[in-house]
């Protein structure tokens, strides 16, 4: 059984930073994406950052040049750093994984609320 935990939200300044933890455990061979979404209440969920192939990362319009995601060597942790946070960027962020198979299977982090806010 895979399992996803994240850790690092809070309350933080606008222009200020904080960095997202998101522990995986279970068996994770055949893991090929692993990413962060945030979401508010009304609106999709929306994909912020995510690392392909444990190489190729992508990075939405919206927190291009202020957000970098990252893995441990072991490829069991991932991390969102974020800069120059924004009001905007207030939302519930969820750590996602998806898994090859018979068919794709995905996995959801329980989330952890960043409220940027002076």
């Known amino acids: 059984q895979v399992q996803l935990q994240e850790s690092g939200g809070g309350l933080v300044q606008p222009g200020g930073s904080l960095r997202l933890s998101c522990a995986v455990s279970?068996?994770?061979?055949?893991?090929?994406?692993i990413g962060w979404s945030r979401q508010t209440p009304g609106k999709e969920r929306e994909l912020v950052a995510s690392i392909l192939s444990g190489r190729i990362t992508y990075y939405s319009d919206s927190v291009k040049g202020r957000f970098t995601i990252t893995r441990d060597n072991y490829g069991n942790t991932v991390y969102l750093q974020m800069n120059s946070l924004k009001p905007d960027d207030t939302a519930v962020y969820y750590c996602n994984a998806k898994f090859r198979g018979e068919a794709e299977i995905s996995y959801w982090g329980q989330g952890t609320q960043v409220t940027v806010s002076s």
């Open positions: 279970g068996n994770l061979l055949s893991m090929y994406v």
